[in-house]
């Protein structure tokens, strides 16, 4: 028996101290958003320094201005010496349980009902974090002095992170490393694992359109003064074609165009029409022409009003014209498209199209640059390898239609590229009552981040 | 002295008391809308009721399943003998005061300062109601025995009038009347008296456009989902044509073309471009055009989205693309235009212009014709040569833009026209803070309803 066979066997064997682990740490409740848990989130962070010193790593717990961020690394090897150094992200704060009476477990008491572990957390993302952490120990006891293994954990993930930049920039050195590993993202079902190949970008922009100086009397003026909502709803209309493009000149001028291979790979993601409209209970799907279901949430740009309100919105109904009118925007990304760009070209748009009848302002609220990864990467390469080990499929490369700014930080701050991936479900149901995790996924997913690690370090 | 002369001058020499009756009646804070001042309410018609008997009318108060309805009607007179039968409209409910911080005199302790009068309901409308029972009280005594003057005065029309149309129905013999003069209009300026000749009509929708069966990330979904908010902006943008005119097919086949002459009569209302800003502070008008702003209020049907709202309307931000998005639209109507044919055209409109990627719906709340007296008709006539003779000046004829749904009762459910004016001024500050009467105006209105009453019986 090889070592990489030793490795898997000590894995499957130490399944249920892995759990009792997750259990342990499941049942601190780290919501992160009420204050009224901040020392619950201390409390887990304390712990996690304690689990990881167990398993030989020096951990140390930062305080910040708001929850601690826990900082580990592996002892047994120098930086300079390993093949490669990992830097593995995690949060280990959960969502809020309520509406607690929706639970038919207990949400911070762990309970398994067949091969499933219903609790808060534990998909998101303490299944994940125990997972890697099980994994680089069970690869270091078999595979001694080859990687080095860093750990960031923050506890402020499901409220913004708001700590976790000047955190980087504060600890640059402390945090290098050849790659990050995020486990947070997901997999496609339980017999389709992914990669993460990117996520999109954002534009986070508010719209207000004002007209007259107060409310008017809809009888009295109507016909003679502009209504602020009518000018907004015509600049919303405007913002994209018939064929679902967005409609600002130069929008797509830096949009990049994936390869023929790249586009075959993500065209593997089985989500389609149909299990979109399952998902969404939406009558139709819509979007940009000329592009799948999984190429217009991955690489492709959009544009959506997350938010409009303006006038009377009470019950019943009061005759007004009103003073204003606002939309909430965000633009999603992709790789090239620069945030400060897209913000001067949405406001060049709407100083053009705007009627002189009212005056307008936009607030900037925040921008993020696309992340994408190189699929040729070694380290997809390896975790490919590693994936496909295990349950007999090759994992598919997935485009995230959403953010994670901690991919971005990490890149521009510390100069690290991330590989992400993770163990969970899309019916985990994270975010809301009865979540779970699928403890076979689970299992399966240690023992590929172990094997993964092994594949990193033989191809360096 | 002739018997006019000798009215006019009772007229002036009684002014201090109709101004003394006038602040009893506004030291009842009879406020409608909150259930705190209902005992004043009550407090208030029992005072009309005894106010009214010691002006020698016989007077009722009617209860309602809310406010009591006074009816009261002269006696020296039978129907069937007097020239004319009139029915003067009033309410004695007034606006709430609040916010009271803002009033610089208490709102029901009638402060006179120089020649206004501040009080809560001094304009609107216990001022106008006080001057055409001073004036038809001095009538009385100088011409006995000619006209049968009714008051019906009601207490809820700050609160939406309730009861009065079943009150109109159950009542339609008590309310007999030739003509309904409703003082409930006002004055353009000072110097420029004004005749109300019609108000709009309106119908009251709700349209909500609903996509996906609850809110989606849009990160996860943008892009591949419609959202209801572009969709609904699309609906909003496309209701109105680029040159102002609403372009639901259809829309105009009803609307009565008005006169050469009553256009230019309409025209000679000074509100021009410049009176409009400054009273909107809106950056520059709108409208229809081939209309003057007179017309484009007073003849011609307006759509205005009251509300909008849909997704997040809260602080910061939050990536959804959202459920549903609903608008809150009133359709401004013109005489001839029927509320049920304008709602079925925008039913239609809808259908035809909404993609299969939502589904709709369009609550009908209410609908009302619009009024539309005749210039030619001899109360008019009458009308303008009492006004005409007090202020030396012609009124004005006004189209209003709003609308007074008890003229259309007293004409659908009594067969009675109405014809309005009035004698508060733009600047009255009605439902605001620091509401004001002026006197000067106010008692040269009471001697323009005595000398309407005169001409009124001579022309019959």
Known sequence: MNSKQEMLTYIKENISKYQDDLMEL?????????????NDVKKAAKWLKSY?????????????????????????VDSAEACKTILIYGHYDVQPSDPDELWETPPFTPTIIGSQMFARGASD?????????????????????????????????????????????????????DLALNPDAGMIAKSIPAITL??????????????????????????????PIHVLSTLIDKL??????????????NVLDLSVEERESINKNPTNEKIILFQTGAPNLWGETGYTVPERTGIRPSLSVNG???GYTGEGSKTIIPASATAKITIRLVKNQQPQRIYQLFQEFIDHNIPDTVTWNIEYRSGAKAAKTNPQH?????????????????PIYKMEGGSIPVVNQMEDILGVESILTGFGLADDRIHSPNEKLDLECWAMGIEAFALFFVYYCEQK
Chains 1, 2 share one sequence.
């Open 26 to 38: 499941i049942k601190i409740p780290s919501v992160s958003t009420d204050p009224d848990f901040a």
């Open 52 to 76: 990881l010193e167990d398993l030989d790593f020096t951990a140390t717990v930062y305080e910040t201005p708001k929850h601690p961020i826990v900082v580990a690394e592996s002892n047994d």
């Open 125 to 177: 993302m303490k299944g994940q974090f125990i997972a890697t952490a099980a994994a680089a120990a069970a690869f270091r006891k078999f595979y001694p002095g080859q990687i080095k293994i860093k750990f960031i954990l923050e506890g402020e993930e499901e409220s913004g992170s708001p700590s976790l930049k000047q955190f980087l920039i504060d600890h640059k050195d402390l945090l290098q490393a």
């Open 198 to 227: 990117g996520l999109r970008g954002m534009v986070d922009l508010e719209l207000t359109v004002s007209g007259p100086d107060h409310d008017l009397h809809s009888g009295s003026y109507g016909g003679v003064i502009d209504n």
């Open 240 to 253: 994209h074609n018939k064929d679902g493009k967005i409609a600002i000149p130069g929008f797509y001028d």
């Open 308 to 310: 409009m309100y303006g």
């Open 378 to 394: 070694l380290s997809n390469k390896s975790l490919v390898k590693a994936i496909s080990e295990i349950w007999n499929i090759e």
